[in-house]
């Protein structure tokens, strides 16, 4: 739970879960009413599901991803996938259309999907690790390009500019070693 939002004079529920990512965000939802932040809060830490959860507090919202997970927890890489491209759906993500259009063209490629993608500062790379860090990076990184054209960089120069987010993402997947993945 969060505080009241200055501006939406709100109270923020988050839903997370405690495996295998962080605390990762199933569900939430805003609301000014104290009493539906409280049931919302008893019904998660009493052992609720996502479904019961939002029965007690309607404000709750969950995607579809969400409700699989809890009925059968995804793996790491397979989870952190739908978190990155779920952000999409909630501030400050959803002001963030071009990056996402670069995680769903990757997302579309099997090879990279066996990788746990990492968002940062408008960059997409790739991690042979389900803790994505630098260390365990892999293969070009996507940008979007403040010109509206997608680019791949290698850490230091871009190498590529694409019209496309499937064109940039095409880059990445043929210059991928062989044999990468699953990321552990």
Not at 117 to 129: G, H, I, Q, R, Y
Request: overall charge negative.
């Amino acid at each position: 739970m969060y505080p009241p939002d200055e501006q939406r004079r709100a109270f923020r529920v988050v839903l997370a879960s405690d495996l295998p990512s962080n605390f990762p965000r199933l569900a939430g939802g805003w609301t000014a009413d104290p009493a539906e932040v409280v049931r919302a809060v008893v019904a998660w830490t009493g052992g609720a599901g996502l479904e019961e959860a939002k029965a007690q507090a309607p404000c709750i919202e969950f995607r579809p991803w969400a409700l699989a997970h809890e009925r059968e927890p995804f793996g790491g890489v397979e989870l952190e996938w739908h978190l990155q491209l779920d952000r999409i759906h909630f501030p400050p993500g959803d002001r963030d259309l071009r990056t996402h259009a670069l995680l769903a063209a990757a997302y579309a490629q099997p090879v990279l999907r066996r990788l746990t993608p990492a968002l940062s500062m408008m960059n997409v790379w790739f991690s042979t690790s389900v803790r994505a860090n630098w260390k365990t990076h892999v293969g070009h990184i996507l940008w979007v390009h403040e010109k509206g054209v997608y680019g791949v960089h290698n850490g230091r120069e871009v190498i590529a500019r694409f019209e496309t987010p499937e064109e940039a993402v095409a880059l990445v997947v043929a210059t991928l070693p062989e044999g990468l993945g699953p990321a552990r």
